[in-house]
Nanobody
Framework: QVQLVESGGGLVQPGGSLTLSCAAS????????MQWLRQAPGKDVEIIST????????IYPDSVRGRFTISRDNAKNTLYLQMNNLRAEDTGVYYC???????????RGPGTQVTVSS
């Protein structure tokens, strides 16, 4: 079965950086679009980055474009999210997701908490 396990979350000051990782198993990782999702306190889950199977297409919403970078290592079945210049509004639970298409996901991990606070 699909397993996705995130790591790398934590507490960081505004303006700081974090890198999240996601170890994937149970499916052919290199065949799938992958995403990072975020659920801020009191809000719905949103897709904050998307990457094509070979990594050539990257999609971001305006809220993170220019600050976040999604990447993947298909040889290691691992997805990454480099987050720079973090803001308080980036606080939330971050999920790694296996996409069902460019705008939806079929499976996600348990999530990792990111808190941006001074």
């Amino acid at each position: 079965q699909v397993q996705l396990v995130e790591s790398g979350g934590g507490l960081v000051q505004p303006g700081g950086s974090l890198t999240l990782s996601c170890a994937a198993s149970g499916f052919i990782f290199s065949d799938y679009i992958m995403q990072w999702l975020r659920q801020a306190p009191g809000k719905d889950v949103e897709i904050i980055s998307t990457i094509s199977p070979a990594g050539g297409t990257l999609i971001y919403p305006d809220s993170v474009r220019g600050r976040f970078t999604i990447s993947r290592d298909n040889a290691k079945n691992t997805l990454y999210l480099q987050m720079n210049n973090l803001r308080a509004e980036d606080t939330g639970v971050y999920y790694c997701a296996k996409a069902s298409d460019w705008a939806a996901w079929s499976d996600r991990g348990p999530g990792t908490q990111v808190t941006v606070s001074s």
